[in-house]
């Protein structure tokens, strides 16, 4: 309309007056032009924030703040912003290999329960935080592992047979390590922890021999306690007189059979 360049219906339509410019000169191209960039600097700021998204800001490399907002929101265009997902997430691992307390090979699956806590921190302290993630599962499961053997064939030792306290272990020393970097780690737990394959074949035949042997020991002490018991009821009751001679052959007679019937019914 300042320039007179409107055609009639737009005046019309609008109400406006006739003007008879003289056409688009350089005030009214620098007005179009500013306008314009205006409203392209205000468009390109509008985003729809999502939840479980957070973007983080920066300018020229420095740090200029985090939003966590959802639905429609405003960001200065100059701003660059990453987004960083912050729902709670899980990572099961691929057969990691490590040793135990004895130095015998392992293979080890894990699955990671987190969420980035603090999404500077996550962005801005390190390159990749997933990756960082990775690395300190693979280091924490090699350092807590160690600590205790697969396996304690002849005692009652803790083991890593022990789910929860290994997980337990595992959660805590990733919380430390992952913290520096803004991450939460809700659990660690171990999904699976078995021998490797150039040396399960050789544990398993230890462990058999193992439970054949503490079963062997059960029965024994099974069979020596009623043979004990049966040559107390004769003697005491009166109903057998024995001298050492003929207590030691019932007593060998007796364990011979109970341990027979024990192996019969094994």
Same mark, same amino acid.
């Given at each position: 309309?300042?320039? @007179?360049?409107?055609?009639?219906?737009?005046?019309?339509?609008?109400?406006?007056?006739?003007?008879?410019?003289?056409?688009?000169?350089?005030?009214?191209?620098?007005?179009?032009?500013?306008?314009?960039?205006?409203?392209?600097?205000?468009?390109?700021? *509008?985003?729809?924030?999502?939840?479980?998204?957070?973007?983080?800001?920066?300018?020229?490399?420095?740090? &200029?703040?985090?939003? &966590?907002?959802? @639905?429609?929101?405003?960001?200065?265009?100059?701003?660059?912003?990453?987004?960083?997902?912050?729902? *709670?997430? !899980?990572?099961?691992?691929?057969?990691?290999?490590?040793?135990?307390?004895?130095?015998?090979?392992?293979?080890?699956? =894990?699955?990671?329960?987190?969420?980035?806590?603090?999404?500077?921190?996550?962005?801005?302290?390190?390159?990749?935080?997933?990756?960082?993630?990775?690395?300190?599962?693979?280091?924490? $499961?090699?350092?807590?592992?160690?600590?205790?053997?697969?396996?304690?064939? !002849?005692?009652?030792?803790?083991? =890593?047979?022990?789910?929860?306290?290994?997980?337990?272990?595992?959660?805590?020393?990733?919380?430390?390590?992952?913290?520096?970097?803004?991450?939460?780690?809700?659990?660690?737990?171990? $999904?699976?922890?078995?021998?490797?394959?150039?040396?399960?074949?050789?544990?398993?035949?230890?462990?058999?021999?193992?439970?054949?042997?503490? !079963?062997?020991?059960?029965?024994?002490?099974?069979?020596?306690?009623?043979?004990?018991? $049966?040559?107390?009821?004769?003697?005491?009751?009166?109903?057998?007189? *024995?001298?050492?001679?003929?207590?030691?052959? =019932?007593?060998?007679? *007796?364990?011979?059979?109970?341990?027979?019937? !024990? @192996?019969?019914?094994?």
């Amino acid at each position: 309309w300042w320039a @007179g360049v409107l055609p009639d219906p737009a005046l019309r339509a609008t109400g406006l007056p006739g003007y008879g410019g003289g056409g688009l000169g350089a005030a009214q191209w620098a007005s179009l032009a500013g306008s314009g960039t205006l409203g392209l600097f205000g468009f390109g700021g *509008l985003a729809r924030g999502r939840v479980g998204r957070a973007w983080v800001l920066s300018l020229f490399g420095r740090y &200029r703040g985090t939003v &966590r907002r959802t @639905g429609l929101v405003w960001v200065n265009p100059l701003l660059l912003r990453r987004r960083v997902d912050v729902r *709670l997430r !899980h990572w099961r691992s691929e057969p990691m290999p490590v040793v135990d307390r004895g130095g015998v090979a392992l293979r080890v699956v =894990l699955l990671v329960v987190w969420r980035v806590k603090d999404p500077a921190r996550a962005t801005l302290a390190v390159e990749d935080h997933q990756e960082y993630l990775r690395e300190c599962v693979e280091a924490t $499961t090699a350092r807590v592992l160690s600590r205790l053997p697969a396996d304690a064939f !002849h005692d009652e030792a803790p083991t =890593l047979r022990d789910a929860d306290a290994v997980g337990a272990a595992l959660t805590r020393a990733l919380a430390a390590d992952a913290e520096a970097v803004g991450v939460q780690i809700f659990s660690a737990q171990p $999904t699976r922890i078995e021998y490797a394959p150039e040396v399960a074949a050789a544990m398993q035949r230890r462990r058999v021999a193992a439970l054949d042997a503490r !079963h062997r020991d059960t029965v024994l002490t099974s069979v020596v306690d009623s043979v004990e018991d $049966t040559v107390t009821r004769l003697t005491t009751r009166g109903l057998v007189e *024995l001298d050492d001679y003929e207590r030691k052959a =019932l007593v060998k007679d *007796l364990t011979v059979a109970f341990y027979t019937g !024990h @192996g019969e019914l094994r």
